[in-house]
Structures are given as C-alpha cells and as structure tokens.
C-alpha cells in the first residue's frame, strides 16, 4: 500500500477536482457500467421515500441526471445540480427533449441555495459526498442539503462503505489511511473520442462515522443498508458491501 499521508500532516484533494472529468466525459459517463441499474434504483427511492407525485426532489451531485430524469418521468418534479456544466447542459437537453418537469443547475453541493424547499433530497453514487475534500467539505454538503429540504424529508445517501475498501487494498494501491481516501488512476474518453489520464479521489466513511456527520448536522438516522448498484435494497449492511446506503430525515 503506498500511503500518501504523515502522522503531521494531512493529506488532502481539491474538492472541486470532478468538475474537469465531468465537463470532458459528458454524456459518455452514461457508459459505465455503474450507471445501468436506473430503473431498480428509483423504483427503491420512490417506495422507501414514500412521498407523493408533484413533491420537488433534489439531487445533489446529479452528473447527466439519471435518477432525476426518471424521477420527473414517474410525475415528480425534479431538480438536480452537479459542479460540471457539460453534465447539467446534457440533463437539461434531456428534461427539453421530453418535456420532463425537470430542472438542472450548475452548483456547488458545498454551497447550495436552496432553503426548504423539496419533500426529499439523494446524493447518490458519490454524486458530490465523498468527493469533496477534507470534513469541512463533507459538512458544508451536509449543512446545504438540510437547509434544501423541508422539516421532516427524506435525504438518501450513499456512500463508499470504508470497511470494504480497507480489505480490498494491495500493496500497489494508493490509499490515504487518515482520511479513508482511495486514489484510482484512469483513462476517460470523451464523446469526441478524446482521452485523458485522470486521478480519482474517493474518500469513504464507516456507518459510525455518517451516523455521528448526519447527526451533528441536524438529521435523524432513519436506518442504513447495504448497497449495490442497480440492486437497492433494504439489505443489512456487512462488511462486504461496497456502498452505504442512508436513510435520514431532516429535524
């Protein structure tokens, strides 16, 4: 395992960097294999959130908006924002094309504008938490996402399960052990055929540790799970799952 950090000093990335990936992948991040299970996965937000049609849902961190878009397709009124202009320019084309009531933004999920304003909210896939840098990034998500909603909604998050990262390291990974941050090298092809070489910092997290985040900022842990792609479910977490899932509802 190479280490990239010292006991005095902390390692840390930008918690910015995903916006020069999103804004050259663009439409092409719909080709990952992690992406195809949208269907399943809204059909479990919808039952789980149980919220009526029309209610306004927030996706934060929405990439080309899939989940929104077929949020808006089954009658809600969607809303997603993600840092990366060429991801919101394709969700909002999109939206257009179908006469969807869906919007898209490029935002900050650090720096959200929204005050009480939606019955739900999910970040989902590391959509924006897990991605922004050091805690006082992954506060300031948190801070934005409970001033979005309404007292008493629903905010879905998954995130990367550390348990399951940690027996997944070898000695030739790239793995922060002070912050959980996992750095993974990759070669991303544009929807012109361009490749780039890019780094990929994903920090993950323990149930304790989102358990104590949510609630220092003000939400009630409502139950967590284990969780796959394309298979959500009300699945107990171990220690093989590779995503978190969290269920919890603004105070």
């Known amino acids: 395992m190479k280490n990239r950090n010292k006991i005095n000093g ?47 849902i927030l996706d934060i961190g929405c990439g080309p908006g899939r989940h929104s878009l077929e949020l808006a397709r089954r009658g809600y009124q969607s809303v997603g924002v993600d840092i990366s202009s060429e991801f919101i320019k394709y969700a909002n084309q999109v939206a257009k094309a179908e006469r969807l009531n869906a919007e898209f933004f490029v935002e900050d999920a650090r720096e959200l504008h929204f005050t009480e304003e939606f019955e739900g909210a999910i970040c989902l896939c590391e959509g924006a938490f897990g991605l922004a840098g050091n805690e006082d990034n992954h506060r300031k998500v948190l801070k934005s996402v409970y001033n979005a909603l309404r007292p008493g909604a629903l905010f879905v998050l998954t995130v990367v399960n550390a348990l399951c990262v940690a027996r997944s390291i070898t000695d030739d990974s790239e793995f922060d052990i002070y912050t959980c941050t996992k750095i993974d090298k990759d070669t991303i092809t544009s929807p012109e055929g361009e490749t780039k070489d890019v780094k990929i910092y994903t920090t993950a997290f323990t149930f304790r540790e989102l358990k104590f985040l949510l609630e220092s900022e003000g939400f009630e842990v409502a139950a967590a799970y284990g969780c796959s792609v394309g298979q959500f479910s009300e699945k107990p977490l171990t220690v093989n799952d590779f995503e978190i899932m969290m269920i919890a509802r603004r105070i």
């Open 10 to 56: 902390a390692f840390e990335y930008s918690g910015s960097y995903y916006e020069e990936i999103g804004d050259f992948l663009k439409e092409n991040y719909l080709e990952y294999g992690f992406t195809k299970g949208t269907n399943q996965e809204v059909d479990f937000l919808v039952d789980i959130m149980a919220i009526p049609q029309h209610s306004r």
